[in-house]
């Protein structure tokens, strides 16, 4: 069965500082892995995905994501935080194998951002 | 950019009561889905919807839950006697392929 693990529930970081979000997971074949965000009171946004392809995912924002399937990690990174970043971070899996990811996905337990000016 | 609508934002209901929740999913997706989020809690799975039948469904979307696509835009989810556990917040989500878009969700509340 497939499943994600954010090692952090909180990460505080100032603006102008680096963000690193920490993510593991298991899935007994080639996962496809996300990350999306959710603003207060907004709903969730696709961050960024990856599908087998190239192992570092470019994102919106400024985010990006390293697939290691050696650390089974998917962490999410950031060079210089924003006040705008401070949100709520889920990384998730597909549960279907195969082409199109349309079966069900399995979310992380969350991951606040906190940025202090 | 085209996105996920869902109506109402906020949905305050008795126990025992039936509510309907509403989406429009993207107008090119065929795969829809419901999600929930209990305060505190990781989002759930619910169901899934493709082709205009059920796909899969997890073991919370029981006999209470139903879903349709009544007239081929939207598509709602049922919940027919509320319980003040069924209290969440409630997403839809749409998908062609490659990933899955949400809508900003609706916030139901049983009391």
């Known amino acids: 069965a497939q499943s994600v693990t954010q090692l952090d529930s909180h990460v505080s970081v100032s603006e102008g500082t680096p963000v690193l979000l920490r993510c593991n997971y298991s899935?007994?074949?080639?996962?496809?892995l996300f990350w999306y965000v959710q603003h207060p009171n907004k709903g969730l946004q696709l961050l960024l995905k990856?599908?087998?392809?190239?192992?570092l995912v470019k994102g919106i924002n400024g985010f990006e994501a390293e697939f290691k399937k050696s650390e089974t990690s998917f962490h999410l990174t950031k060079p210089s935080a924003h006040m705008s970043d401070a949100a709520e971070y889920f990384c998730?899996?597909?549960?279907?194998?195969?082409?199109?990811?349309?079966?069900?996905?399995?979310f992380g337990q969350g991951t606040t951002l906190q940025v202090k000016p | 950019e085209p996105e996920v609508t869902q109506t109402p934002s906020h949905q305050v209901t008795q126990m025992g009561q039936e509510v309907i929740l509403r989406c429009v999913p993207i107008?090119?997706?065929?795969?829809f889905y419901w999600y929930r989020q209990i305060l505190g809690q990781k989002v759930e799975f619910l169901v899934s919807?493709?082709?205009?039948?059920?796909?899969?469904k997890s073991e919370i979307f029981d006999d209470q839950f139903s879903v349709e696509r009544p007239d081929g835009s939207n598509f709602t989810l049922k919940i027919r006697s509320t319980k003040l556990e069924d209290s969440a917040m409630y997403f839809c989500?749409?998908?062609?392929?490659?990933?899955?878009?949400f809508g900003p969700g609706t916030r139901l509340t049983v009391t």
């Open positions: 990856y599908t087998s392809a190239a192992t």
């Open positions: 919807f493709y082709n205009n039948e059920i796909s899969e």
């Open positions: 998730v899996v597909s549960a279907s194998h195969g082409s199109g990811n349309t079966g069900k996905l399995i």
């Open positions: 989500a749409s998908s062609e392929m490659g990933g899955q878009y």
């Open positions: 107008s090119n997706h065929l795969y």
């Open positions: 899935s007994s074949y080639s996962p496809s």
